[in-house]
């Protein structure tokens, strides 16, 4: 005979455990709210069996988007309505400095390109959603600084005005010496540049232009 949980004390109880929601025994109990808050702090995929009154619960889509692995199904169903939602999971993101680079996750989370605040937060997490930002933010050098951390090519689509700007540059190379790879040529041939990069990454020295490795006193520099 099975034995269901009567009371959502005893339910919480081995739900806390690690009790798997899907077992029967909580079968009297899937509508209580506070069981479900348990289950879901014990499983985010529980998410994905509820009723439609929890799936549109914002308390409990927000636990279910709380930890590094994103929770698709909540994301497709809840945060493209409600922005809080969005904003709340990249701000545990940066704060918990989670990353996350599989483009799979950009697909699936509903981003607002035109909010400049919201992929400036995005931008703390994957640096690849910076092609879909706006101006502004492709234009601002501390967006532009998040977005090459761990994604050198974005500089192509940074600002003309950020590549052109020397200064921006070499403090980006110092993070993300592959930024080097996509430079402009004349700043590629900048000597202090292409020092910089080489110094943090000696196999740029292959890519290097003929005029900085005919440079007998630039390349004393480096060797």
Known sequence: MTKYF?????????????????????????????????????????????SDIFRNDLEIAIHACSDSHINYECLNLITRLDRRLIMITLQHYKEMSITWNEDMEIYYFPFDYEDDEMMDLALYSNGKVFSRCSEKVRSDPVAVMNAIKYYGKNIVYASEQINNDKEIILSLVKINSTVYFHLIQEIKDDREIALEAVKHNIKLINHLSGNLLNDLEFMSCIL
Not at 7 to 13: G, H, P, S
Not at 14 to 21: K, P, R, T
Not at 25 to 41: P, S, T
Request: net charge positive; no cysteine.
């Open 6 to 50: 009567k009371t959502k004390e005893t339910a919480i109880k081995h739900l806390e455990a690690g009790m798997n929601f899907n077992r029967v025994a909580f079968n009297l109990l899937r509508e209580d709210r506070e069981v479900v808050l348990a289950a879901i702090r014990n499983s985010r995929w529980v998410f994905n069996s509820l």
